[in-house]
């Protein structure tokens, strides 16, 4: 079965592999095509990789080539070939790398050891016989990206680098992600098909090419992520996968309802986060900024999904004085009530970079993570004279199954000092400006 937009392939001769249109190639790959050729085999091959995965169950390669071969790119750089004694050689164009170079069995399956995006040429040859040679080109074609179970802020941080992806391949892009998030991106990334994460990839067609967004478990592996997640900021991490540029990009939400519902001033707030080395674990610091923004003239609007958290060990509950918005709503509304806010003040997580992606200024308080790890904010918090940015650290990995994950100090008197040692004081003196913002506004 051909995959979109695919060109069915012919045998050719040394001769042939001149010939860079015909490959879809540059001179300088077509003469890198002829050199090896007429080379053999020259290193050990320690570059090979699995070609599926539990939750990469790509199956056999998708698209035809000629003579019997399959490849694709749907977990690496994969090919399958029908006759014992054929070489296959795998290059990063980019780097100039040769990253596999090995005679296969009849029937057997070899694919990359790099799961990221790499710009792959891939050559098979009979002897001194070109039988295939491709240069990866998206161009038209069917790709799938899936983002795992990917949280709010995740999908917000990584969106903008899909496109980028989309954009530079001109390439017919599907997003694998949980339904409630399709309503926040859809009418802001038309040229992006958005699909249900539950389902199976194998039941969506076939596809040229696909990747695999996320944290890598150990953070040390360097397969499926070419840069440890702790040494680089969230979006950062989605744009080193899909190969394109790292640099900051603010997601494009279109809003559904842009119409103010209140006329008073308001600030918005979210004390919950998904563990408890993310909260505010100053006992006297929601309150007293609560009380302190009400004193400034502010509504203050508490607008987390859950009005207080009972993990045990963690109890955060909305704090005294704050007007109570939460509830599990639509993000489509959430973001509206965001978008009239003087501003947001959060923790790390998902509400954060809504208020963000929608343009409100952002008050984010943090020590777990250092300030390059999200998006920058110039009212970003953090007390260097405490222990800080644990999730950083590369002697660690963050556990998320584990709610109390403190890996200094979890059960110790010290333990959640990034944020314990944070004041309302501190944070009062940070937000001092954009009140005097506001009130000129």
């Given amino acids: 079965m051909l995959g979109f937009g695919h060109r069915p392939y012919e045998p050719v001769n040394t001769q042939q592999a001149r010939n860079a249109d015909r490959w879809n190639a540059s001179p300088e790959d077509a003469k890198l095509i002829e050199h090896n050729a007429m080379t053999a085999p020259s ?4 570059q090979r990789g699995p070609y599926e995965a539990s939750f990469a169950n790509a199956g056999t390669p998708a ?6 071969i399959f490849y694709d790119f749907n977990y690496g750089c994969r090919v399958q070939v029908p006759v014992s004694g054929w070489r296959v050689v795998m290059i990063d164009l980019d780097t100039h790398n040769t990253v596999f170079d090995e005679v296969l069995d009849a029937g057997e399956i070899a694919a990359s050891r790099r799961k990221y995006f790499v710009r792959f040429m891939l050559q098979v ?3 001194k016989r070109v039988v295939l040679s491709h240069v990866f080109d998206a161009a038209g074609q069917r790709v799938l990206v899936t983002p795992g179970h990917a949280a709010l802020g995740d999908s917000i941080a990584w969106m903008p680098a899909i496109e980028a992806f989309r954009r530079e391949h001109r390439c017919e892009l599907q997003v694998q992600l949980p339904l409630y998030l399709h309503e926040l991106f859809r009418a802001g990334y038309p040229d992006l098909h958005f699909v249900d994460h539950d389902t199976p990839a194998a039941s969506l067609g076939t596809f040229y090419a696909t990747y695999h967004l996320g944290f890598f478990s150990p953070y040390e592996e ?3 992520q070419p840069t440890d997640p702790r040494s680089s900021s969230l979006q950062d991490s989605a744009s080193y996968i899909l190969g394109v540029p790292a640099v900051e990009r603010r997601p494009t939400l279109l809003l559904a ?5 209140i006329k008073e001033r308001y600030v918005c707030i979210a004390v919950q986060a998904s563990a408890r080395c993310k909260f505010w674990n100053n006992p006297h610091g929601w309150p007293m900024l609560v009380a302190h923004l009400k004193q400034q003239g502010y509504r203050v609007l508490c607008i987390d999904r859950d009005r207080e958290c009972v993990q045990p060990g963690g109890p955060n509950a909305m704090p005294a004085g704050a007007e109570d918005f939460t509830g599990n709503l639509p993000l489509q509304e959430r973001a509206s009530l965001l978008l009239h806010a003087e501003f947001f003040v959060g923790l790390g997580s998902g509400l954060s970079w809504l208020a963000w992606a929608v343009g409100t200024p952002v008050v984010m308080i943090s020590g777990f993570s250092h300030p390059k790890t999200e998006f920058y904010t110039p009212w970003r918090l ?6 800080n940015s644990c999730f950083n650290d590369t002697r660690f990995a963050f556990d998320s199954d584990n709610f109390n994950w403190c890996p200094r100090y979890e059960g110790k008197p010290m333990a959640y000092q990034c944020t314990s040692s944070i004041t309302p004081q501190y944070v009062a003196r940070v937000i001092a400006p954009l009140i005097a913002e506001s009130r000129r506004g």
């Fill in 125 to 127: 040859f009979d002897g």
């Fill in 382 to 387: 953090i007390n260097f004279h405490a222990c």
């Fill in 43 to 46: 290193f050990s091959n320690l």
């Fill in 63 to 68: 698209l035809r080539g000629p003579e019997g």
């Fill in 222 to 224: 360097r397969d499926h």
């Fill in 257 to 261: 309802d842009t119409v103010r519902r």
